[in-house]
Nanobody, 116 residues
Framework: QVDVVESGGGLVQPGGSLRLSCVFS????????MGWYRQGPGNQREWVAD???????HYPDSVKGRFTISRDNAKSTTYLQMNSLKPEDTGLYYC??????????WGQGTQVTVSS
């Protein structure tokens, strides 16, 4: 059984930075693709970043150049470094682990609020 737990959210001013963490519990973390998603008030959940088991990263245009996803296989942890934060980045941020057979495991989310 796989479990993922997010942390690191909080209140930050526009232009500020936060680093989110996602700790994976289970076997063979290095074989999983990991992703970050967010859901803002009144919005659907949207994709923010992902990283393959091989370390390739992908981002939508809305966060490209500001957000960086990374993974530490020794710690079974995925990170999301968020810089130059904007109010529209506000939302509940979720971590997803995707196995090589396509099974997804989601965390409970960590809240990020960007406001002055």
């Amino acid at each position: 059984q796989v479990d993922v737990v997010e942390s690191g959210g909080g209140l930050v001013q526009p232009g500020g930075s936060l680093r989110l963490s996602c700790v994976f519990s289970g076997y063979n973390f290095r074989l999983y693709a990991m992703g970050w998603y967010r859901q803002g008030p009144g919005n659907q959940r949207e994709w923010v970043a992902d990283i393959t088991s091989g370390g390739s990263t992908h981002y939508p245009d809305s966060v490209k150049g500001r957000f960086t996803i990374s993974r530490d296989n020794a710690k079974s942890t995925t990170y999301l470094q968020m810089n130059s934060l904007k109010p529209e980045d506000t939302g509940l941020y979720y971590c997803k682990a995707k196995s090589d057979n396509g099974r997804n495991s989601w965390g409970q989310g960590t809240q990020v609020t960007v406001s002055s």
